[in-house]
T-cell receptor, first 113, second 115 residues
Framework: AQSVTQLDSQVPVFEEAPVELRCNYS??????LFWYVQYPNQGLQLLLK??????LVKGINGFEAEFNKSQTSFHLRKPSVHISDTAEYFC???????????FGKGTTLSVSS | GAGVSQSPSNKVTEKGKDVELRCDPI?????LYWYRQSLGQGLEFLIY????????KSGLPSDRFSAERTGGSVSTLTIQRTQQEDSAVYLC?????????????FGPGTRLLVL
């Protein structure tokens, strides 16, 4: 069975600082990988996804993530965060032959000035 | 264009009552998913519809939960005899195709509170 571990439940950072949100997964089959963001009282919005090809994936709002197959990780990074990046971030995996997304428990990113 | 919409946005009910939650997917999307987001369990898959195929119900937590999708569009998730542990945000998502590479687009959710 697949599982997703987001290693930090909360990450506080100052504005303009870099940030990394960590995600590790386990699966016995090949998977696709996703990061979603959820702003307060809103649904989930796709930030980026890894399907194949280059292991460095760029998404919206200046975020990027790197797929590391040997370490089964898909960490999310941004070189300089803004107050508006304050939200909850979810890492998710899906079997290449599957349908449902399996989510991590989320990381709350709090950006302060 | 319009995204996935869900209604009601909030629902408060008493333990033992039945509730119905509605999802309107993006027009033309053939695949529809229900997820539940709760404090203790995070985001969990509930059920998946694709066209006229039999739904994948593997995520439904008990037989009190059921869902239907009429005319390949609108979906209703029904919870019978609600329990306090059913309190959660119920999220609906849709995608253009059933292809494994598709992106799921999420609605804003229905926040259910069972007293």
């Amino acid at each position: 069975a697949q599982s997703v571990t987001q290693l930090d439940s909360q990450v506080p950072v100052f504005e303009e600082a870099p940030v990394e949100l960590r995600c590790n997964y386990s699966s016995s089959v090949s998977v696709y990988l996703f990061w979603y963001v959820q702003y307060p009282n809103q649904g989930l919005q796709l930030l980026l996804k890894y399907l194949s090809g280059s292991t460095l994936v760029k998404g919206i709002n200046g975020f990027e993530a790197e797929f590391n197959k040997s370490q089964t990780s898909f960490h999310l990074r941004k070189p300089s965060v803004h107050i508006s990046d304050t939200a909850e971030y979810f890492c998710a995996v899906k079997e290449q032959a599957g349908t449902a997304l399996i989510f991590g428990k989320g990381t709350t990113l709090s950006v302060s000035s | 264009g319009a995204g996935v919409s869900q209604s009601p946005s909030n629902k408060v009910t008493e333990k033992g009552k039945d509730v119905e939650l509605r999802c309107d997917p993006i027009s033309g999307h053939t695949a529809l998913y229900w997820y539940r987001q709760s404090l203790g369990q995070g985001l969990e898959f509930l059920i998946y519809f694709q066209g006229n195929s039999a739904p994948d119900k593997s995520g439904l937590p008990s037989d009190r939960f059921s869902a239907e999708r009429t005319g390949g569009s609108v979906s209703t998730l029904t919870i019978q005899r609600t329990q306090q542990e059913d309190s959660a945000v119920y999220l609906c998502a849709s995608s253009p195709t059933s292809g494994v590479r598709e992106t799921q687009y999420f609605g804003p959710g229905t926040r259910l509170l069972v007293l």
